[in-house]
Nanobody, 119 residues
Framework: QAQVVESGGGLVQPGGSLRLSCVAS????????MSWYRQTTPGNPQRELV?????????TYADSVKGRFTISRDSTKNAVYLQMNSLKPEDTAIYYC???????????WGQGTQVTVSS
């Protein structure tokens, strides 16, 4: 069964760091985009794009995380990572991994991992 699994969330103090991981199952192929989104408001399903990694190596970031977050990818493992430094309370959210493939209808979401930034 195709699935995407995130890990690495937790509680961290302001100014701290966390590293999120996302692994797509081996039967998910022809991946061209791996992204991190976050949902900051409980009960509001809207998700904000945080960072993206293209198969060709390009990356994009939301303005709010530029200079603090770094997305990286290991295509051999179907994995993408999000290194989060200098965390702020407003970074508190559920972080989701999204995988886009060239296969028709091949878009996959993980279940989310909670990140809480608080003293």
């Amino acid at each position: 069964q195709a699935q995407v699994v995130e890990s690495g969330g937790g509680l961290v103090q302001p100014g701290g760091s966390l590293r999120l991981s996302c692994v797509a199952s081996p039967n998910i192929s022809r991946i061209f985009l791996m992204s991190w989104y976050r949902q900051t408001t409980p009960g509001n399903p809207q998700r904000e794009l945080v960072a993206q990694s293209l198969s060709g190596g390009g990356t994009t970031y939301a303005d709010s995380v530029k200079g603090r977050f770094t997305i990286s990818r290991d295509s051999t493992k179907n994995a993408v990572y999000l290194q989060m430094n200098s965390l702020k309370p407003e970074d508190t959210a559920i972080y989701y991994c999204k995988v886009d493939t060239f296969v028709h209808g091949g878009v996959y979401w993980g279940q989310g991992t909670q990140v809480t930034v608080s003293s």
